[in-house]
């Protein structure tokens, strides 16, 4: 794989691995508390309710570091955007420990989520900064596989914590890993961006910090990618938000036979992944992305029409026999979503990357959470609300990207 930095930095081996282990803080930041929560709430003298406010808060604070930190790391360099983001994930980790209050949680929550969204938005600016068409895709493949994995992992090792200890002990994990990261971020990840950018852009009033957004926004091509990425994100956060209620509610699925239903669909997702990578190896991204937007349509119709057909009659079995396949093709949609989106800015890729898993993030979790709220006691909502997002995710991409048509530069 050849470097496509100005700079002429050679990427190493283990840069893969290195930017999945650090685009794992935020599953693992959001995932190894959720067991903890009944418990937190008894601690704090709160409501489990109150406590749910802290995953809210996470979430909002992520989007907000992304969007901030991705201008900032084009500016400042990716380590030093890196590093600030890790000092105030690890420091806010670290006073959340000393917490009496609901409150006080909630607001760290944001803070370590901020710190957060600057460390992990570097890690798509530098395959950006580094590699482009295939290249690009097979390393976001290979990131995206630790997203995926994480949030399996993620509540497992949050109640082996709890098996040692109360629910500090999550919070002593999470600022180590911060800790772990910002030693990997110092020591072993290259700088992507060149000195001539950096004091180019430093030279630029502050004021032009986030003008970068505006030219972003203003390719329309571009935009379809993201558009059709945030529709496909808002599929996959109607499954996540709604799986307690159609499993254990609507299926009568025990809580100890959840995760085997649940991570069915995640497993369906590593494996199309991995079939993504050797795909690379002969088709440019916007095709398989396409082939993967088909798959996902004609599944999730398949769903629909079954939901319509059946009716309550419907068994778990015949719901899995088409969601795994609309769920799964997620593997073959994100990494290449990403690369062909990120081609249009070979300059502010920290910018761009910041948009793009900002908008992914904002729109799917109120897509989801506003299926949630229209669940009826049948599956009608879920599916119908997934349909719609693998069509208009199509639409984007045919209308709006032209994925048909090559990308200039495409290898």
């Known amino acids: 794989m050849n470097a496509t930095h100005d700079n002429g930095v050679r990427p190493p081996r283990w840069l893969a691995p290195a930017l999945a282990a650090l685009v794992a803080l935020t599953p693992l930041a959001i995932d190894t508390y ?21 995953v809210s808060s996470y979430l909002l604070g992520f989007a907000i570091g992304q969007l901030c930190g991705g201008p900032l790391s ?16 690890i420091a806010s980790s670290a006073a959340i420990l000393f917490v009496h209050q609901v409150e006080g949680l909630v607001i760290l929550r944001f803070f370590q989520a901020l710190g957060g969204g600057f460390a992990t938005v570097i890690c798509g ?17 290979m990131i995206a596989t630790m997203i995926l994995v994480a ?56 004021r032009h910090l986030f003008r970068s957004y505006g030219e972003i926004v203003r390719c329309r091509r571009a935009m379809g990618f993201l558009l059709g990425q945030a529709m496909v994100s808002g599929s996959l956060f109607i499954y996540v938000t709604t799986a307690p209620f159609v ?23 590593v494996v199309m992944v991995q079939a993504n990578i050797r795909l690379l190896r002969s088709h440019a991204p916007r095709q398989i992305l396409l082939v993967g937007m088909v798959v996902q349509l004609t599944a999730a119709s398949g769903q629909l029409i079954l939901v319509l057909w059946l009716g309550e009659q419907q068994g778990v079995l015949s719901w899995m026999l088409m969601l795994v396949p609309t769920v ?40 989801g959470g506003g299926v949630n709220t229209l669940l009826d006691g049948s599956l009608v909502p879920v599916a119908l609300g997934m349909w719609v997002c693998a069509a208009l995710a199509l639409s984007a991409a045919l209308g709006l990207a032209r994925a048909h048509r090559p990308i200039r530069g495409e290898q």
Not at 74 to 89: N, P, Q
Not at 247 to 269: D, E, H, I, N, R
């Open 74 to 89: 084009d500016r400042w360099g990716r380590v030093l955007a890196g590093t600030v983001g890790l000092c105030i994930f």
């Open 151 to 206: 949030p399996m992992v993620a509540p497992l090792i949050g109640s082996w914590l709890l098996a040692l200890g109360d629910w500090h002990i999550i919070f002593v994990f999470l600022l180590l890993y911060g800790v772990a990261m910002l030693v990997l971020v110092r020591a072993a990840l290259p700088e992507t961006v060149s000195r001539w950018s950096r004091a180019r852009r430093q030279r630029q009033p502050r």
């Open 247 to 269: 499993f254990m509610t609507q299926f009568g699925v025990s809580a100890a036979k959840f995760p085997l239903y649940f991570g069915a669909c995640v497993l369906g997702m």
């Open 34 to 54: 959720l067991p903890a929560i009944p418990a937190m709430a008894a601690a704090l003298g709160a409501d489990v309710a109150q406590v749910q406010h802290s």
């Open 328 to 367: 799964a093709s997620f593997g073959l949609l994100a990494p290449n979503s990403a690369a062909c989106y990120l081609e249009f800015f070979p300059r502010i890729g920290g910018s761009a990357n910041a948009l793009y898993g900002a908008a992914l993030f904002i729109f799917g979790g109120l897509v």
């Open 125 to 141: 600016a530098m395959v950006r900064d580094l590699y482009s068409g295939r290249q690009a895709a097979r390393i976001m493949s």
